[in-house]
């Protein structure tokens, strides 16, 4: 079985640009969700999203901005990119939305946005 | 709030010897805890996950972990290192969202370096 697939792997933006990352959950998990994860540092959470609907936000500002599809794959979008906004971005799914908390979260392996 | 912190941010072992990584918790209730591994360029992959079934919980690849609610920790072991466990490992909590979802809070990441 297919894992989460992030595309595209790699990429370089100069400052002010926007870009789209793209996430395809694990087939038959329902909730997807973003985390930035800066180079020598743990991932932060930015959303989660469960069918189609925003289940959470994290603290990031409102450049930031993600969407669920039908068929639960994910975009997350970023406007106005700033030098800061290099990162690893990893896409995590999972069966169900977890608010019990137990639930286990499966990551791709992230799309690496450089900015320039 | 709930949080982790690891302490350590490299750890250096050589193969064969005890491999002992350390989390800290905070949490006002009974806190759902995971590790995760990142190998260079890659997602995380879960190593195993604390949902209060029991104390001591096994993993994958040999790793275990012990919950110790009088020390607030759940430490990362292994007994005998091996070359293909270089890499950086995360601690992290879950946290249930006011949207019903969940989220993971990491700590900064161990960095496990083996040595011949």
């Known amino acids: 079985d297919a894992g989460v697939t992030q595309s595209p792997t790699h990429l370089i933006k100069t400052r002010g640009q926007h870009v789209t990352l793209r996430c395809s959950p694990i087939?038959?998990?329902?909730?997807v969700s973003w985390y930035q994860q800066v180079l020598g540092q743990g991932p932060q959470f930015i959303f989660q999203y469960y069918e189609k609907e925003e289940r959470g936000r994290g603290n990031f500002p409102d450049r930031f901005s993600a969407r669920q599809f039908p068929n639960y794959s994910s975009e997350l979008n970023v406007n106005a990119l700033l030098l800061g906004d290099s990162a690893l971005y990893l896409c995590?799914?999972?069966?169900?939305?977890?608010?019990?908390?137990?639930?286990?979260?499966?990551f791709g392996a992230g799309s690496r946005l450089t900015v320039l | 709030a709930q949080s982790v912190t690891q302490l350590g941010s490299h750890v250096s072992v050589s193969e064969g010897a005890l491999v002992l990584l350390r989390c800290n918790y905070s949490?006002?209730?009974?806190?759902?805890l995971f590790w995760y591994v990142q190998y260079p360029n890659q997602g995380l992959q879960l190593l195993l996950k604390y949902t209060s079934a029991a104390t001591l919980v096994k993993g994958i690849n040999g790793f275990e972990a012990e919950f110790k609610k009088s020390e607030t920790s759940f430490h990362l072991t292994k007994p005998s290192a091996h070359m293909s466990d270089a890499a950086e490992y995360f601690c992290a909590v879950s946290i249930r969202l006011t949207g019903g979802g969940n989220k993971l809070t990491f700590g900064t990441g161990t960095q496990l370096k083996v040595e011949l």
């Open positions: 949490s006002s209730v009974p806190p759902y």
């Open positions: 995590a799914s999972s069966l169900d939305s977890g608010g019990g908390g137990s639930v286990v979260l499966t």
């Open positions: 087939s038959g998990h329902k909730s």
